[in-house]
């Protein structure tokens, strides 16, 4: 039997009545449905609103009220940055070092294989010298004085905490919801849930910056940045600094635009006869991905002349922006993309693991990405762009106050530590001046206002336009969430 006919054969009744071209079927659904929207949500969510609902064939649920944020710019630091090397102060610790970590403090919480066997836990209090900044007398290391100027446009959570303890599914946790791999990333989720602004450019795209310092890096790859089980659409379309920005966008040697064109048209006409035939979404998904190729040829070399920008520009971002592959050099390209209408831009940054040298390797990492914050702060409030567009800063956990290794007063190293880390957020609604959460003098428990990844997961949302336990999509039988099914809490005081 030809497969077409054996898939038709073995077709179950919730296949047959979910094709488009069974009228009574569908029609039969919405019935059942009682007033539901095809993607789970009420239609009145958006109209009470006073929006625009989206359009049926879009497949965008639309925001459930208006959004304070229309684009988000993610910065996540890959290896889990040291929370009191930067952000979160800890003066008493000077007194401190060199001695044992109290087991009052640690309570025989869970550590990792590569400390758990250490005869001793030296306390190591940062070698950095910290200084209040702004109207909000935020503690701010010496290592980044650009971004000490933004604080009071920042709002910073000192209390994040996480139960991953290893890197994969830690940082799959903080991108995804879940520490199991396979579910839809926080990108994915805003893309589906916001549709595109720019037929010609992705609605989510993912850029992976290179390090000055490379000595420890974190593998990372494209699951990260995967639709999961929503519409492959939704995934995370990657941009390369070297090369072509995109892998075969550009026509092979000796074809032609017009014959191109041609070859995909042919193509969209066999793919629609398979759809029938067949009725798999994601065949639909396989040609919107060939035609937004197409017209990527005529938008992506505009969108990556970075040397058009101004010198001014530069002057915020400082000359490194202008070598590809760097994160002051990802953090303007961002800038251009949400400029144009892309809704999510994913930035990794690497060689935040600092299981040693901390005393070599933090003064290249905050080199790195100092000045480019104040760039990308500024930049989008002088366009006018700051107060719609969510700029999030952070990693998958933090790091221990005691030493991994060998301890002296000018260097150390520092194990993973999901009690307690600092992030930051920036624009899109959020509360500049806001310092939220408060560990203990040890940096080690958290001692006022825990924020678990499923809160700040549900707070993005809220300011993207979305009640996080109303923004679901059906997968084998169950409503999945972003939050998942434990509690998660909105925290408005991070709201503006």
Not at 175 to 190: E, I, N
Not at 464 to 472: A, E, M, Q
Request: hydrophobic residues 35%.
């Amino acid at each position: 039997m030809h497969p077409f006919e054996l898939r038709n054969s073995l077709e179950t009744r919730r296949q047959f009545l979910g094709h488009g071209k069974n009228a009574l079927g569908f029609a039969a659904l919405s019935s059942l449905m009682a007033g539901e929207s095809a993607y789970g949500a009420a239609p009145t969510q958006s109209a009470a609103a006073g929006l625009s609902p989206a359009p049926a064939h879009a497949g965008v649920p639309g925001p459930h009220f208006p959004a304070k944020a229309k684009n988000v710019i993610y910065l996540h630091m890959v290896g889990g940055p040291s929370q009191m090397d930067l952000y979160d102060y800890k003066p008493v610790m000077q007194e401190w070092y060199d001695k044992d970590l109290p087991d009052s403090v640690r309570m025989g919480q869970r550590l990792t294989t590569m400390t758990s066997g250490q005869a001793r836990f030296p306390i190591a209090p940062s070698k950095y010298k910290f200084a209040r900044h702004g109207k909000s007398g935020m503690w701010v290391t010496e290592l980044l004085p650009n971004t000490a100027k933004c604080v009071d446009d920042m709002c910073f959570i000192r209390s994040m905490h996480t139960e991953a303890i290893n890197h994969e599914p830690a940082i799959v946790a903080m991108q995804t919801g879940s520490q199991v791999t396979g579910r839809p990333c926080l990108g994915s989720w805003a893309a589906y849930g916001l549709g595109s602004m720019n037929e010609n450019l992705p609605t989510f795209v993912v850029l992976v910056a290179t390090p000055t310092n490379r000595e420890q890096e974190q593998a990372i790859s494209a699951r990260l940045w995967s639709s999961g089980f929503l519409p492959g659409k939704h995934t995370g379309v990657a941009f390369r600094s070297k090369g072509d920005p995109i892998l075969y966008i550009n026509n092979p040697p000796g074809m032609p635009g017009e014959v191109r064109r041609r070859m995909l048209d042919e193509l969209r006409s066999l793919n629609e006869m398979n759809y029938k035939a067949v009725g798999d979404p994601e065949t639909h998904t396989r040609i919107d991905q060939y035609e937004m190729a197409f017209r990527m040829q005529a938008s992506v070399p505009e969108l990556t002349a970075i040397e058009d920008e101004p010198a001014s520009t530069f002057e915020l971002y400082g000359n490194e922006a202008k070598k590809p592959g760097t994160l002051a050099n990802h953090m303007l390209m961002a800038r251009r993309l949400v400029e144009r209408g892309v809704r999510f831009v994913q930035i990794y940054h690497n060689n935040w693991d600092h299981h040693a040298n901390v005393g070599l390797r933090m003064p290249f990492q905050c080199g790195d990405v100092d000045r480019p914050t104040y760039g990308l702060i500024n930049d989008l409030k002088r366009r006018g762009m700051f107060d719609e567009t969510l700029i999030i800063w952070g990693g998958e956990f933090g790091r221990t106050i005691y030493s991994q290794g060998g301890l002296t007063k000018t260097n150390y190293g520092r194990d993973h530590h999901p009690r307690c880390f600092t992030m930051w957020m920036a624009g899109g609604g959020s509360k500049g001046g806001t310092v939220y959460g408060e560990t203990d003098e040890f940096s080690y428990n958290i001692v006022k206002d825990p924020v678990h990844i499923r809160d700040f997961h549900a707070t993005v949302l809220q300011l993207l336009g979305f009640k996080h336990d109303r923004f679901t999509y059906k997968h084998q039988g169950l409503d999945f969430k972003l939050t998942g099914v434990e509690p998660a809490r909105v925290i408005k005081e991070l709201i503006a």
